[in-house]
Nanobody
Framework: QVQLVESGGGLVQAGGSLRLSCAAS????????VGWFRQAPGKEREFVGG???????YDGKSVKGRVAISRDNAKNTVTLQMNSLKPEDTAIYYC?????????????????WGQGTQVTVSS
């Protein structure tokens, strides 16, 4: 059974930083691309960034220059470091995995999803 579990969310002031982690189990993690998405109340789910199975990193437009994504295949984890946080970054953040070699920005391309972790940025 494949499981993705996000952690690291919380309340932070604008301008602060957070590090989210996605821990995977039940799959050969190194064969999977991992994407981060977020969904704010009343809005559609949005691509934040991702890292391919080969290590290629792609940042979403809304967070470009403010995030760093890394993966540790030995630990089956992907980390999303977010800096210079803004109130508009407030959302539930999800990690998702798909078997492949290139990051996709469309949520429908991902097979497995975590339950999400809440990030709240206060002004």
């Amino acid at each position: 059974q494949v499981q993705l579990v996000e952690s690291g969310g919380g309340l932070v002031q604008a301008g602060g930083s957070l590090r989210l982690s996605c821990a995977a189990s039940g799959l050969t993690f190194g064969n999977y691309d991992v994407g981060w998405f977020r969904q704010a109340p009343g809005k559609e789910r949005e691509f934040v960034g991702g890292i391919s199975a080969s290590g290629h990193i792609y940042d979403g437009k809304s967070v470009k220059g403010r995030v760093a994504i890394s993966r540790d295949n030995a630990k089956n984890t992907v980390t999303l470091q977010m800096n210079s946080l803004k109130p508009e970054d407030t959302a539930i953040y999800y990690c998702a995995a798909r078997r492949g070699i290139s990051i996709r920005v469309y949520e429908g391309d991902y097979t497995y999803w975590g339950q999400g972790t809440q990030v709240t940025v206060s002004s």
